[in-house]
């Protein structure tokens, strides 16, 4: 389908990646501040960390979720992603309990199986595949700033008002948030396909093998990451001594470098092929977690490398994005689901054998650990994964 009128559809992108950048600072911001949140609670970093495992368990639903966007349309699902985030949020805000937090954490990784499987569809069923790459890079931008906006003023409201105080603002945010998307966001954007039903997902995935070798690489992918972000908060405080608010800026380095990224792969893209770009920038992320080791006796040292480290994820896994609405245009809202439910798996997995492969044998383990998974990941897209003809 093509772009009916441009002006309304910047619009439309402006406000869908305004309402993520608010998901997406609830998602990220408690990795840098993990250790504030257990202080806080009076409970141990360990504990924190199980509860971005429980949260990040909930991606495994995703596929269930997938088809209800095709059912009842893109708008109903998104509005619900953020209303879920919005419940959540407020929860802890006002009853700061550890498993309140808990809650909390299920209901991020809901909205975000809600929200962006049924975001990066609509897109798709507008926006040529030709231009799609810069369109779903832009949404990508929240991502980043998440980081890079998000994390020092989070650090900053911990410091003067308490660790759940965050919560509140990004609770009324996304209730905002879901107002303005009921004014302009259109309704009845649906894929072409209509309605897919489980047995029918299910039919898609033993027909279509690419689906699964491309969630196999997402899940990939974003282990390698999260096994190095999982830690990244302590690492931090043990090595550097950094305070609340200077690890707010060094996780702000981290959203300069994401957003660095995103620019490139909304620019690569659509240019030189998408497949091509992924394939280059996975490559040299792998690089850079190898080399991580060796570059962080210094905290500049460290935030130079994980600039890059950052830069080349993130590349990586934005350019894969506009390539899976394509592998299977019937069902585009189920491959995306399956797309978020990978990313997901990657990152449970990450937040269990990153934080044991760190404890074993510290950063130069972790270092070829984090760089071996990577380059499976872009050895399993280079060979299995291609849009369909």
Known sequence: MQIAKQHSFRVQL???????????????????YAPAIARGLGVSREEVYSLFTLRNAIGFFSPLFGPLSERYGRKAIIMAGVLVFAAGS?????????????VMMLATGLSKVLF????????????????????????????????LIGAPLVGLAIQTWGWQSPLLWLGGLALLATLIITLVI??????????????QMVQMLRNHSVVLYAGLYMALVLMANEMLFIV?????EDSFQLSLTSLGIAAAVIGGAELVGETFAGWSVDRFGKRPVIIATGSANALCYLILPFTSATLLGALITLFFVFMTFESTGV???????????????????????????GR??????????????????????WAATMALAVLVLARKVHEAP
């Open 186 to 199: 259109p309704r009845g954007q649906v894929s072409a396909s209509g309605r897919n039903s489980s047995r």
């Open 116 to 147: 962006d499987p049924a975001m990066q569809a609509y897109i798709g069923d507008v926006v040529p595949y030709a231009r799609r790459g810069k369109a779903l890079a832009f949404t990508e931008y929240s991502w980043a700033l998440a980081l």
């Open 348 to 369: 449970t997995f990450g937040t269990i054998v990153g934080p044991r492969v760190w404890e074993a044998g510290g950063i130069r383990v972790s270092g070829v650990v």
């Open 319 to 345: 350019g894969s994005i506009p390539l899976f609405t394509e592998l299977l245009p019937e069902a585009r809202a189920v491959v995306m689901s399956i797309s978020i439910s990978s990313m997901f798996v």
């Open 232 to 236: 990244f908060g302590g690492w931090m």
């Open 14 to 32: 402006v406000t869908l990646a305004a309402a993520r950048l608010v998901l997406n600072t609830g998602l990220r911001v408690v990795y840098p």
């Open 90 to 102: 407020l929860a802890v805000a006002f009853l700061p309990l550890y498993w309140v937090l808990g």
